[in-house]
C-alpha cells in the first residue's frame, strides 16, 4: 500500500492522543507557524526537528522507516 508520509503520521498520532500543537511548540522550541506548516505538508522537519518530536511524543522513530 502507499506510504503515509510523515507529516500525517505525525498529526494521526497527535489527533489519536489529543495532543495540542502549543505542546510540540513549547516542548520543541519550533514556531507555531513551523509547526503548522509541517503538520500541513508545506515544510520538512530536519533530522535535529524529527529526533526532538520522537522524544517528546516518547515515539521510537524507527516507526516511520519503510519496510
Known amino acids: 500500500g502507499e506510504k503515509m508520509p510523515i507529516y500525517q503520521r505525525f498529526a494521526e498520532i497527535l489527533e489519536s492522543r489529543g495532543t ?11 514556531t507555531k507557524a513551523a509547526v503548522s506548516n509541517f ?3 508545506k515544510r520538512n522537519l ?5 529526533l526532538t518530536w520522537c522524544d517528546v511524543l516518547n515515539i521510537d522513530p ?4 519503510s519496510n
Open 62 to 65: 524507527n516507526i516511520f522507516r
Open 39 to 41: 503538520l500541513a505538508g
Open 46 to 50: 530536519t533530522a535535529e526537528e524529527f
Open 20 to 30: 495540542k500543537q502549543s505542546f510540540i511548540v513549547k516542548t520543541t522550541g519550533m
